[in-house]
């Protein structure tokens, strides 16, 4: 059973211009998406940059404004009352966000950082919260004197663990992890995921885990989106999508990430050239008049995928 | 085999608080004729010092170049800044990582491409700009004409990429250095540059040092791989070769880290820790001792050299003959 449901949800950002500064035109950043959470698991949202991943995640946690559509969490309908700042929803969706530089404020203190959570949602004395800070601490194994220093002292990796620590503090059901290891080397993206696994693991987490690196999102994804102009192409399981993948754009993305064995290059060449040749003749075909992506018809129980314009109803 | 470049014993280094760090540390490599030599290794490894090393673009007050970049005979590290403006541009080239920042925002990308031709050629002005036409068409671009008279915010990043490679083989260069050339893009994009680029190097025969942290790319285009550590190379080897017998400690973690599509393992095995910063690096000794610490201190070697173990195959130390994982829990993995 899934504890949030996500309908038909929809951000359109006006664009004004013209002389009296009027909206012209809107930019439909998310344009109808579905999706629903289950206790544990991990969904992948995946597409080019400017597809709407991050207003997604944004939107969800009530930092941007719904255009239409509704969001259900534990029966209840929370589509207008993600403002009110300590509803048990504000407390339980947690978010990392894309830049992790950017999003931990300079000027204050590792401990101040982590305690903004705690503080906002948990009635805890200066004694509990110090205990629990230190815990968050270790659990993202960092250092004790860490919660002394400020954000710049730290390196990309440790930073991302500071975000982590921040989002795991009031106990969350579901932490939206935007772009969490791009920014980051291998080896210290490897540190990040396996310790995202951890934690899910113990505390029965689920993740909404926003990356445009098909690779990291199979590895840490049961179930996966992809998503094109802000409506999603495909969605499926990680088998729909990487083995039985339906829609043009997510054929013609599988065939783009660079395999890790040299051996049968030639060959993947000639097949990415052969599928970009057929994306390029037949993409016209995958969206509507407006250019938008058609409605997700069901392939099986799991996997959705966006209609063509020669088909009327299913596969 | 005709070899291009030769650098030997290369030491570039930076200069803090009065004393020079070395960011590259004693490297030597030598690319050849229509390759692709990769040069990979973690941020702040020494990768783009490198490549900027051989391109001459540090200022001399702050940086410290010794050793030699032998290029048909002379030595690029000794030549002065107008002797090397015959060599930028006309016989080697660079791709930047940002396009953003190495392209100039007040000129139209045309007439940007166009200058490298103004400097080291001598077509007429009609010449010129059907060439520029051409490279556009060369990089891919469906509509040259509309696009040569763009500035760089117009457009989009994969068309800057492709722009700054039209820069860089307007001249028809020997050698083409590129830092990063696709990790600020999507991999449909990267896909389709990365393509391009064995393309054009197809055609002229020029030597290729592709600078990336991305195995997978490496995968797809190299020909040749060098994994550098802390300012050193660890390893080095044909492209089959390193992927299927890495034997460094370091080459072999970096492999483990790749969340690979059809592995089962829930857990990457990766060495815990980071590189060290400039200052302080370990200068004497093994560098990369620290972070595998259940290795006893024997198997190190007291100066670790680079060793041949196969034709071609070259790895510092003899650490890894007796290297295992150590997972957190303490279980030994081979
Ligand atoms: N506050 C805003 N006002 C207007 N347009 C916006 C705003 N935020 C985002 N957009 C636009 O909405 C679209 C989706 O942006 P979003 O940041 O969600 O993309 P993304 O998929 O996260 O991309 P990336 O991979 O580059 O992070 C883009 O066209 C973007 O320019
Ligand atoms: N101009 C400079 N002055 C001082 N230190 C520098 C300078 N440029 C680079 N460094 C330092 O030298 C080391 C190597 O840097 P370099 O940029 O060559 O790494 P890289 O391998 O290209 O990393 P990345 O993958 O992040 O691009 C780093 O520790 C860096 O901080
Ligand atoms: S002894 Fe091993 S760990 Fe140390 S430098 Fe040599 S190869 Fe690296
Ligand atoms: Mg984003
Ligand atoms: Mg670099």
Redesign the pocket.
Known sequence: MSFMQIHNLKVHYPVRGGILNSVVDYIYAVDGISMEFEKGKAYGLVGESGCGKSTTGKVIIGLEKITAGRICYEGVDVTNSNNHRKSAFNRDIQMIFQDAHSSLNPRKRVQDIIAEPIRNFLKLTPKEEKRKIHELLEIVGMPEDAKYKYPHEFSGGQKQRIGIARAIATNPKLIIADEPVSAL?LSVQAQVLNFMKEIQREYGLSYLFISHDLGVVQHMCEHISIMYKGRFVETGSKYDIYKNPQHIYTKRLLSAIPNTSPIGRDERKKERILVEKHYQENVRKYFDRQARVFDLVPVSKTHFVAATSSMKGGF | MDVLLEIKELHTG???NDTF?N??DGVSLSLRKNEILAIV????????????SIMGL??QR??RIQGEILYQQKNLAALTEEQLNEVRGLEISMIF?DPLSALNPLMRVGDQIEEGLIYHTDLSKEERKQRVLTLLQQVGIQDPKHVARQFPHQLSGGMRQRIMIAIAICCKPKIIIA??PTTALDVTIQAQILDLLVELQKETGAGIIL?T?DLGVVAEVADRVVV?YA?EIVEEAPIKELFLHPQHPYTRSLFHSIPQMNKKSDRLNVIEGI?P??IHLPRSGCRFADRIPWIPQEAHEENPQLHEISPGHFVRCTCWKSFYFNTRKGERYV
């Open positions: 080397d | 930076f200069r803090m760090y960011a590259v290794g973690e941020s702040g490894c020494g990768k783009s010092t490198l490549a900027t540090f200022d702050t940086t990582q830092d990063e600078i942290h550098m300012g590189v910063s400039l």
